[in-house]
């Protein structure tokens, strides 16, 4: 199994990164210290995540340290919805590029293909969006063609589209998306979008690869599933004698998609990394492939609701 995937252009992405989202200011700078010495060459970042600062201070200290050189290393940051406009674009990656003390990025996605007015964070009220008619999504893809073009990042791409939203993208863009970072574990594997992504030579990041159990409260349902406790996971970990995480991102890996499992303590940083040791049978990932239930952690409900010009509709490719 390769531990890297391949862009058009030659250029390669680690299949294993390490995911931020959830990394507080305050533990990230040590965790992305340690992916490095762990063996980790790519660090998923993003602006809303309020840590790239600390993320870039550790980037600092191993470039300078001669921990690792920049060349080696695959930094991913994403555009936030406040920035849809195409003339905001380029200013916001410049501030993303600033907070993480470097001069490019290998790759900067569209986080959501919803857009909010660009002095609110997250909308509370209605007031707070604009809609598609105000913001097109036509728009944000060519400041993201231009930033390209500016040297800024390598590569550009989406997360958190459908096909529907690709379709609409591609259709005008002179650099078609070559990555889409969604949602995808055993219990979500949407198949029918990663085939799509495939078909249209987009390459597929999965995130939440371990369930998130450590979202806020405020995004979590009382009754949800907690992903590493499923009898199927834990019954393919026991048999192999690993963790039900390693199962999680070795099915990740073997479905030839990228992952960025989040962890901010260095065992299981070093866990994580480890799992692209480990081989699944076919059985194994017939099984984990074709789970009896399904669950989606990030449900996107935070932008739906009443009054916003968003439906979920816009967002996944079941809903
Ligand atoms: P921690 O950061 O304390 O290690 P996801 O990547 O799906 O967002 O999941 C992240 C959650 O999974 C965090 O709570 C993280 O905690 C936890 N986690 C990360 N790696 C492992 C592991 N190997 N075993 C158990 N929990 C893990």
């Not at 201070?57 to 300078?64: G, R, S």
């Not at 500016?150 to 993208?169: A, D, P």
């Not at 009896?292 to 739906?304: A, L, M, P």
């Amino acid at each position: 199994m390769k531990n890297h995937i391949t862009f058009k252009n030659g250029d390669s992405m680690p299949k294993l990164g390490l995911g931020t989202w959830k990394s507080e200011p305050g533990e990230v700078y040590q965790a992305v210290i340690w992916a490095i010495e762990a063996g980790y060459r790519h660090i998923d970042c993003a602006a809303i995540y309020q840590n790239e600062k600390e993320v870039g201070a550790a980037l600092y200290t191993a470039f300078k340290n001669n921990l690792v050189k920049r060349e080696d290393m695959f930094i991913t940051s994403k555009l936030w919805n406040n920035a849809h406009l195409e003339d905001a674009v380029i200013p916001a990656l410049e501030q993303s590029l600033s907070d993480l003390q470097l001069d490019y990025l290998d790759l900067y996605l569209v986080h959501w293909p919803i857009a909010f007015k660009q002095e609110v964070g997250f909308p509370r009220t209605q007031d707070g969006f604009l809609t598609y008619q105000e913001a097109p999504l036509s728009g944000t893809w060519k400041g993201m063609e231009a930033a390209q073009e500016q040297g800024l990042t390598k590569h550009i791409g989406v997360s958190n589209f459908n096909s529907l939203k690709l379709k609409e993208i591609m259709k005008g863009a002179n650099r078609v998306p070559e990555m889409n970072q969604i949602e995808l574990h055993p219990l979500l594997p949407q198949h029918a979008l990663v085939d799509f992504c495939r078909k249209h030579d987009i390459q597929v990041t999965a995130y939440s690869p371990l369930g998130s159990s450590d979202r806020a409260s405020s995004m979590k349902k009382d009754d949800e599933p907690l992903l590493m406790e499923d009898e199927v996971v834990k019954g393919i970990a026991e048999k192999q004698g690993v963790s039900p995480a390693q199962i999680l991102i070795a099915w990740a890996l073997h479905r030839d998609t990228v992952v960025i499992p989040k962890s901010v303590n260095q065992d299981r940083i070093k866990q994580n990394f480890a799992a692209q040791k480990i081989e699944l049978e076919s059985a194994d990932m017939e099984k984990l492939n074709h789970m009896e239930s399904s669950y989606r952690f990030v449900d996107g409900s935070f932008f739906t609701f009443e009054g916003s010009p968003y439906q979920l509709s816009d967002l996944w490719e079941d809903a």
